[in-house]
């Protein structure tokens, strides 16, 4: 993909999304690009996925419902209710896809799952998921300072085991939501399940050797 693509999607975001929203998308892409670098990952990639994510941030729901009912997505229960803040995650695959002509199906996963994450992501899938959590502007609404010190934790730990980080980001997540009472996705319960047991598999595995 042509780095004028990029200029072109930036101009985009900078006119749609509203002005911290696109402060968010930078930190996202650029956030997303370094992880990229450190693991391995095709950056140019990073950058177009991150610059994305949050595309359909700006619609109504209802145009959200609408567009992905025309693109035929499944959606769960959770998706559909008024103030789903998961439904933006799949109405912003189909816009990239329709509107903003992305081709690519590691992109297009990877900005569809960026809110619940889902097991077996693909590594550009991870590095959305973590770099959406993690970039330099992102507020935390009413965060404790041990949610801050979590978070500097966090960021660190991106630059060295993405799996790990998965876990650590996805307790903190679902211990958050528990918290505010919010119901939680099926996918969202899977994800944590995958790579919190999974990892600690392997930690088992490895002090046992
Ligand atoms: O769009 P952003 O604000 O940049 O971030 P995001 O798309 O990752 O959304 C993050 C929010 O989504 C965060 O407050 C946690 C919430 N979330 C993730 N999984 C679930 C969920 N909320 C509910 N109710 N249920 C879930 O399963
Ligand atoms: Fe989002
Ligand atoms: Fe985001």
């Given at each position: 993909m042509k780095t004028t693509n990029l200029a072109k999607l930036r101009k985009e975001m900078e006119q749609t999304l509203e002005r911290k929203r696109f402060e968010h998308t930078l930190g996202v892409a650029y956030t997303a690009a370094n992880l990229a670098m450190v693991h391995g990952a095709d950056v140019e990639k990073a950058l177009i996925a991150g610059m994305l994510h949050?595309?359909?941030?700006?619609?109504s729901h209802r145009k959200q419902i609408a567009l992905c009912r025309k693109n035929h997505i499944q959606l769960s229960q959770i998706e559909t209710?008024?103030?789903?803040?998961?439904?933006h995650a799949k109405a912003g695959c189909c816009l990239a896809r329709k509107?903003?002509?992305?081709?690519?199906e590691d992109i297009l996963r990877a900005i569809s799952y960026h809110t619940t994450g889902r097991p077996h992501m693909s590594l550009l899938e991870k590095i959305i998921y973590i770099a959406d959590y993690i970039e330099p502007g992102r507020e935390r609404a009413k965060r404790t300072a041990a949610d801050i010190q979590n978070l500097q934790e966090v960021r660190k730990l991106a630059y060295q085991d993405l799996d790990e980080t998965l876990c650590k980001i996805l307790s903190d997540t679902l211990d958050y939501l528990v918290r505010k009472g919010s119901v939680i996705d099926g996918i969202t319960r899977q994800t944590y399940e995958y790579y919190c047991e999974n990892l600690t598999g392997e930690i088992t595995e490895r002090n046992i050797l």
């Open positions: 949050d595309c359909a941030k700006c619609m209710e008024e103030h789903s803040t998961l439904l509107k903003y002509g992305i081709t690519d």
